[in-house]
C-alpha cells in the first residue's frame, strides 16, 4: 500500500487526496446504505399506522410493543436515507462546501 497524500489548502486545513476509484466505491455503498434506510421506512411505517388505526390492534400488549418497534426502525429508516444523502453531496462537492 502507498502512503497518503495530503495537501495543504489556502484555509488553513489539510486535505486527504483519494482516487476518483475510492470515492467511486463511498458512493455505491451509500446508495446501498440509503436503500435500506428506504426498505426500513417503508415497511415499518406501514406497520405503525394500521396498528394504531385499528383499536382492537391497539389493545393488545404486543402489538404495543410491535409498534414502538417499528416506531424506531422506521425513523432509523429516515435517518438512514437523510445520512447517505448528505455523505454522497458531500463526496460528490469535494470538499464539503
Known amino acids: 500500500m502507498s502512503n497518503p497524500t495530503y495537501i495543504n489548502r489556502s484555509d488553513g486545513q489539510i486535505e486527504l487526496l ?10 455505491k455503498n451509500l ?9 426500513l421506512a417503508v415497511v415499518n411505517f406501514p406497520v405503525l399506522f394500521t396498528i394504531l388505526f385499528f383499536t382492537i390492534l391497539r389493545t393488545q400488549k404486543e402489538f404495543i410493543i410491535v409498534s414502538g418497534l417499528s416506531l424506531v426502525n422506521g425513523c432509523h429508516g429516515v435517518a438512514l436515507i437523510v445520512t447517505a444523502v448528505g455523505r454522497i453531496s458531500l463526496i460528490e462537492s469535494g470538499n464539503g462546501k
Not at 483519494?18 to 458512493?27: L, N, P, R
Not at 446508495?31 to 426498505?39: D, P, V
Request: aromatic share 10%; no cysteine; net charge negative.
Open 18 to 27: 483519494v482516487s476518483q476509484a475510492v470515492k467511486d466505491g463511498m458512493v
Open 31 to 39: 446508495y446501498i446504505y440509503g436503500a435500506e434506510g428506504l426498505i
